[in-house]
């Protein structure tokens, strides 16, 4: 099993589970390997935390975020001090696309701070936007 982030600026819309574009790393990501979400900009972190339901096909993967902390978020100077997530690539290279892979120690080091009692996710929870077509949770296609 792997480790996953998908990255989102929470400025472009709204998202939650469901089909998100990914463009590397497919060969690599399997069903029930486990994801977050990672919300960019100022303020940014961990904001939820789930499985992919479904591998990559075209370039898509399916991802239910079972759960959301949004209004907690797991802030990234909290997890750039954690010894073993301060390496992490969303950290080193916060403008490269999704997704952004995470060692065992990394995952573990996110999913100690998840906040007790996170709700399940919306189709149209508040963070990443919708793809073109209106597909709730995927990542804008390119432009």
Do not use: K
Not at 111 to 125: I, N
């Amino acid at each position: 099993m792997a480790h996953w982030l998908l990255q989102h600026n929470p400025a472009r819309g709204t998202c939650g589970s469901g089909e998100w574009t990914v463009r590397r790393y497919r060969e690599l990501i399997t069903a029930g390997d486990d994801v977050g979400l990672w919300l960019s900009g100022r303020g940014g972190g961990v904001a939820a935390v789930g499985t992919i339901t479904e591998a990559p096909h075209d370039r898509l993967i399916t991802v239910d975020f079972m759960r959301t902390f949004t209004d907690r978020l797991i802030g990234r100077d909290e997890l750039r001090a954690d010894d073993r997530f301060r390496d992490a690539l969303v950290l080193r290279m916060p403008a490269g696309s999704n997704p952004f892979p995470l060692t065992a120690a990394q995952w573990q080091a996110v999913l100690e701070r998840v906040p007790p009692g996170g709700e399940p996710v919306a189709a149209d929870a508040p963070g990443p936007s919708r793809r073109a077509g209106g597909r709730p949770g995927a990542t804008p296609a390119p432009r």
